[in-house]
Structures are given as C-alpha cells and as structure tokens.
T-cell receptor, first 115, second 114 residues
Framework: AQKVTQAQTEISVVEKEDVTLDCVYE???????LFWYKQPPSGELVFLIR??????QNEISGRYSWNFQKSTSSFNFTITASQVVDSAVYFC????????????FGGGTRLMVKP | NAGVTQTPKFQVLKTGQSMTLQCAQD?????MSWYRQDPGMGLRLIHY?????ITDQGEVPNGYNVSRSTTEDFPLRLLSAAPSQTSVYFC?????WGPGTEAFFGQGTRLTVV
C-alpha cells in the first residue's frame, strides 16, 4: 500500500516570499512516479510535474523548483517570489510502476498568498 | 479544446435517490477514472477503465457503478445516494494505461446528499 503525507494543511505567505510545500511518501515499490498537481480556486487539477524514482535530479521551472530525495522519501516543492496567482491547493501524488495510472494523493496543502 | 467535460457541476440529492455523473473526453484517451475529493483526504480513486468495455474498482468503489461503452464516455452511477457520498467528484483521462502517464482532470462535480 502507498501513502502520501502533506503535513502542512494551510500556509499563508505575503507576496514575494519563498515558500516550500512538503511531501513525504511511503511505498514498498522500488520503481514509482511522483507528481505535483495544482488546484486553483476554479476547481480543476492542473499537472505541474512528474518525476520517476530513478531520477533524483532537482528540477527548476521558472519560479517553481522541486527537490526529490529518495533517502528521506520526500518530494518537496518550492515557489520562489510567490505571487497572488499561486494561491491554490497543491497536491502531491504517487503512482507505483505496476499500478499504471492509479494515483495515491496526499491530503493537499492550501497556499494563500496575500498581496 | 474541450478536454475532459463533467456534468453537472453542482447537484443536490436526497438520500436514496439515484443519479449519474457524466464524463466525456474528446482526446481519444484510453484510460479514464473517477476520484472523489474530501477535505484533508486528497483524492481517492473510485473506479477506472483501461479501455472501452473494461472497468475495475479503485480504493473506494462501494455505492458506485461504472460502465464504458465508448472511448469517449465514462459515467459514474450512484445507485442509492447516502450522505457519506457528499463530495467533489473528478473525472480524469490519460492517453493510455501506463506508468507515469499524465492525467487530465475535469472541473469536478460538487454533490451534496441531504
């Protein structure tokens, strides 16, 4: 069985602050994928990133960066210089290789960026 | 670019009523799935389908039925609604059944059972 924990249920920051969203996972599988999705106030989930368990390189995309550490089973997400438009619920998810497309989600972190 | 379309967006049901949540995708995706979203619990998989005519249960299938007669449509049926089924329901699709495949989500259906 898989488990994804997002211990921060709500985070509030002021615009331009950096913020890190934590994600810790548990799985017995040696091969798996990790994802981050964003759910803006409009409700739909938007794919942000996918990482497979063999690739521990950090990823940077504009103001977004992801830190995958297999040793601590963590896949943290950092937003640099946050903006009001970053306000959303962010979900971390896990999919073992042999589970195909089936996703196990964390409980989500609500990020509020105040002007 | 319709993507994944869910109807209705909002619904209120009385306990014991039945209804069907509709999901359609126009991307010719093989894989489709239904999740429910509850506060603090993230999204949990209800049912999924790897292609027309093939469906299987996810983590929380009780009280729900699905069928997949076409590639495009994947309706979710509540046979006898219960207050515990009050939730936001999301339909998702992926190009094929395979590890690490990106999921495309609909905008959700907010269901309240009173």
């Amino acid at each position: 069985a898989q488990k994804v924990t997002q211990a921060q249920t709500e985070i509030s920051v002021v615009e331009k602050e950096d913020v890190t969203l934590d994600c810790v996972y548990e799985t017995r599988d040696t091969t798996y994928y990790l994802f981050w999705y964003k759910q803006p106030p409009s409700g739909e989930l938007v794919f942000l990133i996918r990482r497979n368990s063999f690739d521990e390189q950090n990823e940077i995309s504009g103001r977004y960066s992801w830190n995958f550490q297999k040793s601590t089973s963590s896949f943290n997400f950092t937003i640099t210089a946050s903006q009001v438009v970053d306000s959303a619920v962010y979900f971390c998810a896990l999919s073992p290789y042999n589970a195909g497309n089936m996703l196990t989600f964390g409980g989500g972190t609500r990020l509020m960026v105040k002007p | 670019n319709a993507g994944v379309t869910q109807t209705p967006k909002f619904q209120v049901l009385k306990t014991g009523q039945s209804m069907t949540l509709q999901c359609a995708q126009d991307m010719n995706h093989e894989y489709m799935s239904w999740y429910r979203q509850d506060p603090g619990m993230g999204l949990r998989l209800i049912h999924y389908s790897v292609g027309a005519g093939i469906t299987d249960q996810g983590e929380v299938p009780n009280g729900y039925n699905v069928s997949r007669s076409t590639t495009e449509d994947f309706p979710l049926r509540l046979l006898s609604a219960a207050p515990s089924q009050t939730s936001v329901y999301f339909c998702a699709s992926s190009p094929f059944w395979g590890p690490g495949t990106e999921a495309f989500f609909g905008q959700g259906t907010r269901l309240t059972v009173v």
